[in-house]
């Protein structure tokens, strides 16, 4: 698309950014066709090609309004248009441009503002959300059951053994990988970092923390708090600097939605002359954790599922299929372990959770779960398993069914020698 920036983004490096996606674009909306707010609204300006017209206008005209703050706001930022769009238009980085320039120019009522700003301070601080959530437990019992599944119930990780690092069997692969804890996971369901712990440790790799820096800056990315957000990058460099400098292989997150944004790090500070090849260097060390195993590691650790286990349902996060683009590559761990898995339609959409999403827009985001629920329930699984923490919680406040973390389900059937030791 042709494309004339205002006056006032002519020095503006983001912007720049954004004008480049703008004219990759040709305006076919073959993207419309997979964007999950677009299927539920049927309307041009919650697609994305209806928004990538908006923050056109807004950086043409230099001017922001109100509509166009309620379409971005409507985006789940699921990334699911940039896996459909033929012409490779980024609109991960240009949505983010429109949400900056939109939140710099127009101020949000009251109530919006502060609700934005606790989730943005609450949620990194990790201890008002503990807090909450620990009110939220006590109560679990009186709460009727809609809210009942909101609040999820504490995770008995004593379950989880922990072997000391570097307990591999022959043919196990070595090396250190550095586990961002991340500010909400361990609260909601500690067991998916202890089995990853343990999972690694079994194939002799060592796993070193992120210590109190464990907040990868999503929360704020996704409230387009982006100063707050290179800031937070910032101090992560250089809280890990001397893990880093010992040298590690991967820098890995068990939540999916983290990874994408770590893998971000260096477009985020590419201006920053102190930061930026730092940033650059550990954004190309981040992996998924469903890239430091194959079928093959998973039959060397043992891992099987008993013949009688119940079908299985998978939910791919956007953040893993799209955000990563790593789809399909979680499925075949849980078959060579022996797991039946259940088809599932529709396994590009969005379940509704998008970070903070389920929370500012929860009318959207309950239709979304509610369709997602429907698919993945369909042919009646035993449990629905998926790869980010956000989607665990957000489904299972749907649903009785069981939702988990493919790597919980997975160790839960690990033995505890490996095959062949
Ligand atoms: S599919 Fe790509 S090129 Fe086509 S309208 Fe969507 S973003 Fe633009
Ligand atoms: S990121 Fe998702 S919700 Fe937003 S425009 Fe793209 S497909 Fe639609």
Redesign the pocket.
């Known amino acids: 698309m042709e494309t004339r920036l205002h006056p006032r983004f002519e020095n503006d490096p983001a912007a720049r950014i954004a004008e480049d996606a703008l004219r990759a674009c040709v305006h076919c909306g073959f ?2 066709a ?5 299927q539920e609204q049927g309307d041009e300006l ?3 090609r209806g ?2 017209y908006q923050i056109k206008e807004v950086l043409e005209s230099g001017e922001a309004n109100a509509t166009t703050r309620t379409h971005l706001d ?9 896996t ?1 769009c033929p012409s490779g238009v980024d ?2 980085h240009l ?1 983010a441009v429109g949400r900056e320039v939109v939140e710099r120019d127009l101020d949000r009522p009251w109530r919006e503002r502060l609700l934005r700003g606790l989730l943005a301070r609450a949620l990194p601080a990790r201890w008002p959300f503990r807090l909450a959530l620990g009110l939220g437990r006590l109560a679990r019992p009186a709460l009727p059951a809609r809210l009942k599944r909101r609040v999820p119930p504490r995770q008995a990780t004593e379950t989880v053994p922990r072997p000391a690092n570097g307990a591999a069997g022959p043919g196990f692969q070595h090396g250190r990988v550095l586990l961002l804890g991340g500010c909400v996971h361990d609260a909601i369901d500690a067991r998916i970092n202890a089995a990853l712990r343990h999972l690694l440790a079994r194939r002799g790799v060592e796993v070193v923390e992120t210590g109190a820096a464990r907040c990868c800056g999503a929360v704020e990315h996704h409230l387009a708090f982006e100063e707050r957000t290179r800031a937070r990058v910032r101090a992560n460099l250089d809280a890990w600097e001397p893990v880093l400098e010992r040298g590690v292989d991967a820098v890995v997150s068990t939540a999916s939605g983290c990874g994408v944004l770590l893998r971000d790090y260096g477009h985020i500070l590419a201006d920053d002359p102190t930061y930026a090849e730092r940033a650059a260097r550990l954004a190309a060390r981040v992996r998924d954790p469903v890239e430091l195993f194959d079928a093959e590691s998973i039959r060397e650790l043992g891992i099987r599922a008993p013949a009688d286990h119940p079908p299985v349902a998978w939910h791919a996060p ?1 953040t893993l299929q ?1 955000g990563q683009a790593l789809p399909g590559r979680v499925e075949p761990l849980l078959q060579a372990a022996g797991f039946n898995l259940v088809p599932v339609i529709e396994p590009h959409l ?1 379940c509704g959770s ?1 970070g903070t999403y389920s929370i500012l827009q929860p009318e959207m985001a309950g239709r979304l779960r509610q369709r997602k629920l429907d698919n993945l329930e369909a042919a009646g699984p035993a449990r629905i398993v998926t790869a980010n923490i956000g989607c665990q919680t957000h489904l299972q406040s749907g649903t009785d069914t069981p939702v988990e973390h493919w790597l919980t389900l997975l160790e839960r059937h690990c033995p505890a020698t490996p095959a062949g030791a």
Not at 34 to 38: D, E
Not at 74 to 82: A, G, I, K, V, Y
Request: proline share 7%; aromatic share 6%.
């Open positions: 993207c419309n997979t964007c999950p707010t677009y919650d697609g994305p928004r990538i409507r985006c789940l930022t699921c990334l699911n248009c940039m459909t609109y991960n949505v956007c799209h969005c998008a």
